[in-house]
T-cell receptor, first 115, second 115 residues
Framework: AQTVTQSQPEMSVQEAETVTLSCTYD???????LFWYKQPPSRQMILVIR??????QNATENRFSVNFQKAAKSFSLKISDSQLGDAAMYFCAYRGPNTGNQFYFGTGTSLTVIP | NAGVTQTPKFRILKIGQSMTLQCAQD?????MYWYRQDPGMGLKLIYY???????DKGEVPNGYNVSRSTTEDFPLRLELAAPSQTSVYFCASSYAGQGLGDTIYFGEGSWLTVV
């Protein structure tokens, strides 16, 4: 099984500021996808952003962007202009072709946004 | 647009009772999954299925059973409920074709308490 590590159990950010959530993973595969999911208090899992390993360009979705460092096996999420609605648990996930197309999730980072 | 539908949303069981969590998806996804999420923790895979008639164990299968008689349905059976099975259960589905970028879709979760 692949290992996905989120080393920050909790993070906080002032409203309108920028925060970066860390994720590292372990794999021997060359092509794979990485995802960030948001889980607000409602517990609904929401896709935030995804990145294909073969793509050099970092993915962006509005205020959300990633810093993908393939050699370092690092996939951090940057949230700009943080809003109160960004407060949630964030999960990093990995999906590869030789691991049964499974999604492997990290343990999550709880983000608090301070007004 | 139903997506992944789980029932029931809340349930209280007594120790030793059994129950089935129902899950259905209408997206014609071949992969379906059951995860559990303990308070403050990440997602742990219980069972998954790559298609009708095929199921396989995940990380924490003990105390559970599944079946996949149709593409749409993937019920999770809890036998002889124990307090350790108190958790939030998520059913999910995804498409595993030639591309890995398809995301995983989650149901809204089922809160189960064993007393």
């Amino acid at each position: 099984a692949q290992t996905v590590t989120q080393s920050q159990p909790e993070m906080s950010v002032q409203e309108a500021e920028t925060v970066t959530l860390s994720c590292t993973y372990d794999t021997s595969e060359s092509d794979y996808y990485l995802f960030w999911y948001k889980q607000p208090p409602s517990r609904q899992m929401i896709l935030v952003i995804r990145q294909e390993a073969y793509k050099q360009q970092n993915a962006t979705e509005n205020r959300f962007s990633v810093n993908f460092q393939k050699a370092a096996k690092s996939f951090s999420l940057k949230i700009s202009d943080s809003q109160l609605g960004d407060a949630a648990m964030y999960f990093c996930a990995y999906r590869g072709p030789n691991t049964g197309n499974q999604f492997y999730f990290g343990t999550g980072t709880s983000l608090t946004v301070i007004p | 647009n139903a997506g992944v539908t789980q029932t029931p949303k809340f349930r209280i069981l007594k120790i030793g009772q059994s129950m089935t969590l129902q899950c259905a998806q209408d997206m014609n996804h071949n992969y379906m999954y059951w995860y559990r999420q303990d308070p403050g923790m990440g997602l742990k895979l219980i069972y998954y299925s790559v298609g009708a008639g095929i199921t396989d164990k995940g990380e924490v299968p003990n105390g559970y059973n599944v079946s996949r008689s149709t593409t749409e349905d993937f019920p999770l059976r809890l036998e002889l409920a124990a307090p350790s099975q108190t958790s939030v259960y998520f059913c999910a589905s995804s498409y595993a074709g030639q591309g890995l970028g398809d995301t995983i879709y989650f149901g809204e979760g089922s809160w189960l308490t064993v007393v």
